[in-house]
């Protein structure tokens, strides 16, 4: 177990969930979305990096299913990655709607999903990393 690659991530995703939280303050509901996204896809790395499996990609739910390899990872936490990789393209890239501009198609309730759907699994990747910690010092 790297505990010292793993925090680095860590510290990045919560750091990245805080932006996230300011920017659904301040009406940026696209980017809180897609940073609720980007503070997952960091925990999930984190994890995989921990473990000495360092992964590649940004799909949340993959990163979560390549860990679920190593440890117990619920259906409920990845049908929480499903839901966070809905917000990976469309919340930045113009071209990714017919007409208009990302920020004109998230919610307040759009944010709230992805920060709560975010908070979630990082503090499931917490709770498992803490638990594999702890398992090792038996």
Known sequence: MDCVEFSRWLVMARRTLESARRDAEG????WACFKAHQAAEFAAKGLLYGAGKPARGHSV???????????????????????LDKFYIPTRYVDAWSEGAPFEYFTRGDAEAAL???????????????????SGRR
Not at 27 to 30: I, P, R, S
Not at 62 to 81: I, Q, R, T
Request: charge should be negative.
């Open 27 to 30: 009406g940026d509901f696209n």
């Open 61 to 83: 739910y993959k990163l979560l299913e390549a860990a679920k390899e190593l440890l117990p990872v619920p259906e409920w936490v990845l049908e929480l990655g499903k839901l």
């Open 116 to 134: 709560a759907a975010a908070e979630k699994i990082l503090a499931f990747v917490e709770e498992l990393w803490r638990a594999c910690l702890d």
